[in-house]
């Protein structure tokens, strides 16, 4: 599985950006694709999750209520649509793909075998 992540950009804080992730490869196989973050000095952490068949979704408390994530039909693509942003929502984006993870998994980073590059949202106050 390759994904190749992009969308990012500078903001201005109440704004809103799209992240798209285009997926090739086995993605017929995936249980789930996420999106992670990373600030600087911080630890990667989960940001939002969709189940690849059924397509329900999970989110961060932090996210929630601002942040959407959704696929396409296809299966080849995954988007995460970020309204009021925040300042501190600054920081590389990441999307994620797992062949095996269970629900109780989808937040955690490991359960994830393929990444993308990450691509970087800047959010201005």
């Known amino acids: 599985v390759q994904l190749q992540a992009s969308g990012g950009g500078l903001v201005q804080a109440g704004g809103s950006l799209r992240l798209s992730c285009a997926a090739s490869?086995?993605?017929?196989?995936?249980?789930?694709m996420a999106w992670f973050r990373q600030a600087p000095g911080r630890e990667r952490e989960f940001v939002a999750a969709i189940k690849w068949s059924g397509g329900h979704t999970y989110y961060a408390d932090s996210v929630k209520g601002r942040f959407t994530i959704s696929r396409n039909n296809a299966k080849t693509a995954v988007y995460l649509q970020m309204n009021s942003l925040e300042p501190e929502d600054t920081a590389v984006y990441y999307c994620?793909?797992?062949?095996?993870?269970?629900?109780?998994?989808?937040?955690?980073?490991?359960?994830?075998?393929?990444w993308g590059q990450g691509t970087l949202v800047t959010v201005s106050s």
């Open positions: 490869g086995r993605t017929y196989s995936a249980r789930a």
């Open positions: 994620a793909s797992a062949m095996y993870a269970t629900v109780s998994s989808f937040s955690s980073a490991g359960a994830y075998e393929y």
